[in-house]
Each structure stands twice: as C-alpha cells, then as structure tokens.
C-alpha cells in the first residue's frame, strides 16, 4: 500500500492507494459513522461494508442537487448524529462529491473520509478536497474546500466498473500526464491495452502517478488561485459540452482537451505533431475527440460557469506534452478562436 499526503490550510489527508474496503473500519473514528453510497456500489459491495447505517442515493449528475443534499440532512437528523459523527461516502465522484458537501455544512462541518470506487474519484474526485453540488443545470456551482480525512484507493473495486465508467477515468489520467508529466503520458501511450484491462500494475501506477500530480499542484495551491487552475485542463469545454449535449464528464473532457489543444495550436503555445499525439492517445483510450454542439449555446454555458470573471476565463492551454499554462482570455478572445480555422 501507498500513501499520499494531501496538506489543506485546515486539514490533511490522507490518500491510501491499494488498501482495500473489508479495512475501512479501522480508518473510522470510534464515534457514530454513517455511510452515504449510492445502489450499484450498495449492490455489489454492500458484503463488504462495516455494520453502519447506510443512506442510498441516486444516480448520475441530475441528483447532484441540494434537493439530495437536503434529504441526507434529514436521515442525519433521524439518526441523531451530533457533531463527534463521521460520514464515510462508498462510491465514484457524486457520492464524494456529495458527501463531502454534507459533511461540510452539516452542524457546520463534521469529519469525513471516502472509498473511491470509480477510476475517476480514485485519480481525481475524491483528491484535493472540493466537494460540491450542481445548480439550475450548472455543474458544481455550490460547494466548499474542505479535506477528507482519508482516502480509500480499493484498486480491486474498479473490476466491476462498466467500461464507459472506465474511460472517465482514463480522460483525467490523459488530463493528467498532458499538464504535467511527460514520462506518464509516454507511460500511456506504450501501455494502452494494458490499462484498458485494468491490469494491477498498470492500473496501480497510473492512480499513483496520477494522484501524485495532483497532490502536488493542490499542495501548492489548495484554493485554485493560480496553479490548482491547470487542472481545469479540458474542463472550460467539458462542462459545457456536457451540459449542452448531455454527455458524461470523460467524453466532455476529452472533447474539451482536444478544443483547447487546438487553441493552443491556433495561439502559437503549442505544436501540431503535439497536438496529433493528444488525439491519438484519446482516441486510443476510445474516448471522443469531438462532441457536436452550437458554438453559440457552448459560448452561453462557458459565459455561466462559475470559473468566469467578468468577460474573462482562466483559460489552460498547453506549451508542450507535460507543460501547461492559464492564461485570461475574453469571450470575444474564445469565440474568435472557435471560429477560425486550425
Ligand atoms: N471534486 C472534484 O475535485 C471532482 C473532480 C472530478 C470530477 N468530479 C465529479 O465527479 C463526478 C463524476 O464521477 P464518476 O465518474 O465517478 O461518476 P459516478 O459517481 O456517477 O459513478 C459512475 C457510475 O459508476 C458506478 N460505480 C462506481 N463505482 C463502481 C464500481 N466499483 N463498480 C460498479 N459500478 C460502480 C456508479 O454507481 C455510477 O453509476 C462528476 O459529478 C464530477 O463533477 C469531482
């Protein structure tokens, strides 16, 4: 097993990659612990969980809701818990996302940890400490900065991850090696059926590597004021595409770091042969390299996202494979970018 510390200006946390489920209670405070998952990971590893209350929740972004958040509050209420409680999120990165925010704000804020059970919450969500909920149909527009205080990396749980579930996660890890680690993208790159199988050590390396990168960038910058931003790497487009056409977060990442490779072609940033080994290693890990939509509507949803200020975004381009920088940029600035020609 392998740990990774995460050092928030309030709290720290603790990643611990390949330690399993069945151990989760020796992680658990010895107070009052309640569990919030949601019915796939119930059904499957429910065997597996320690003899708390559960609270179930929905599926997929339409319930990332305060309307969810508020029917947890009341379930936290009927089983009495007080401020010496600890809520434990079993799940992919709604339930953490969730969790989190529950956790945050009830009896203003009591202890948390979660087990990642999707490739994406184990190499992202569930790292770095943002909790949140979406609002009127915008993705995570409520939410904090608050640690976890531990981090369960079963890599044995993503066995059972439908294979779309699994590209999400490989977007990230792409996300990943594309900002910051050159070495991990050749990784990608000479190993791709390897991953795609979940093979152990493959798998095991790339949720490290990952984790790793994104440790180090959070560490620096907890509040995204400056690095932590290059971690949006994709995300300008992603949100957007997939609240304009309603695809899953990898797809809208991936779609999105192919856009804003382009741009950092059209700006002179970075290279064509650069930017053609992007799009062959998305679309070797099958993730899309485009998503249809109107310029006009993506243009609206990335003129509401909450990263907007005023008419600029922080928008990530890439210099160089493993290189990225943020750069302010009006919304004529982008709407002239995604009208001319690569
Ligand atoms: N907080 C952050 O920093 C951060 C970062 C990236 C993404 N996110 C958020 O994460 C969310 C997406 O997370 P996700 O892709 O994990 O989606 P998800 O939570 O919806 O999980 C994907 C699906 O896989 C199922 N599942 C999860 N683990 C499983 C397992 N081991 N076996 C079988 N089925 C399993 C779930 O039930 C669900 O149906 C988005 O809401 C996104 O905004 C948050």
């Given at each position: 097993m392998e740990t990774i510390q995460i050092q928030g200006e309030t709290a720290s946390s603790r990643i611990l990659i390949g330690e399993s489920l069945r151990n989760l209670v020796d992680y658990v405070p010895q107070n009052r612990c309640v569990i919030i998952t949601d019915a796939n990971v119930r059904n499957y590893y429910q065997r597996q969980f320690p003899p708390f209350p559960v609270i179930e929740?929905?599926?997929?972004?339409?319930?990332?809701?305060?309307?969810?958040?508020?029917?947890?509050?009341?379930?936290?209420?009927?089983?009495?818990?007080?401020?010496?409680?600890?809520?434990?999120?079993i799940g992919g990165g709604i339930v953490c996302d969730i969790t989190g925010y529950v956790a945050s704000t009830y009896l203003r804020g009591i202890g948390f940890g979660y087990v990642a059970t999707s490739l994406l919450a184990q190499?992202?969500?569930?790292?770095?400490?943002?909790?949140?909920?979406?609002?009127?149909?915008?993705?995570?527009?409520?939410?904090?900065f608050n640690q976890p205080q531990f981090v369960i990396c079963d890599?044995?749980?993503?066995?059972?991850?439908?294979?779309?579930?699994?590209?999400?996660?490989?977007?990230?890890?792409?996300?990943?090696a594309a900002i910051a680690d050159p070495d991990l993208f050749a990784f990608l790159e000479s190993n791709v059926d390897k991953a795609l199988e979940l093979d152990r050590e493959a798998i095991e390396k790339l949720v490290s590597d990952s984790i790793k990168i994104k440790a180090r960038i959070v560490n620096e910058d907890e509040k995204?004021?400056?690095?932590?931003?290059?971690?949006?790497?994709?995300?300008?487009?992603?949100?957007?595409?997939?609240?304009?056409?309603?695809?899953?977060?990898?797809?809208?990442?991936?779609?999105?770091m192919v856009i804003?490779?382009?741009?950092?072609?059209?700006?002179?940033?970075?290279?064509?042969?650069?930017?053609?080994?992007?799009r062959s290693l998305i679309a070797k890990?099958?993730?899309?390299?485009?998503?249809?939509?109107?310029?006009?509507?993506?243009?609206?949803?990335?003129?509401?996202?909450?990263?907007?200020?005023?008419?600029?975004?922080?928008f990530v381009?890439?210099?160089?494979?493993?290189?990225?920088?943020?750069?302010?940029?009006?919304?004529?600035?982008?709407?002239?970018?995604?009208?001319?020609?690569l």
């Open positions: 929740i929905g599926m997929g972004e339409k319930i990332k809701t305060l309307d969810t958040v508020q029917s947890i509050y009341e379930q936290l209420m009927d089983y009495e818990l007080d401020r010496s409680s600890f809520l434990v999120g190499v992202d969500a569930s790292v770095g400490g943002k909790t949140g909920v979406n609002y009127r149909g915008f993705k995570n527009m409520i939410g904090t890599l044995g749980l993503l066995q059972t991850l439908p294979e779309d579930e699994r590209w999400c996660g490989f977007a990230e890890i792409i996300k990943h995204e004021k400056g690095e932590r931003r290059k971690l949006n790497f994709g995300h300008t487009f992603g949100h957007a595409l997939q609240k304009v056409a309603g695809v899953n977060h990898g797809a809208g990442v991936s779609a999105g804003a490779s382009e741009f950092s072609v059209k700006t002179g940033l970075f290279d064509k042969p650069s930017h053609e080994r992007l890990y099958k993730l899309p390299l485009e998503v249809s939509a109107k310029n006009e509507d993506l243009l609206e949803a990335i003129r509401m996202d909450k990263k907007r200020q005023d008419l600029n975004i922080q381009f890439l210099k160089a494979i493993g290189q990225a920088v943020v750069q302010k940029m009006g919304l004529d600035e982008l709407n002239k970018l995604m009208r001319k020609e």
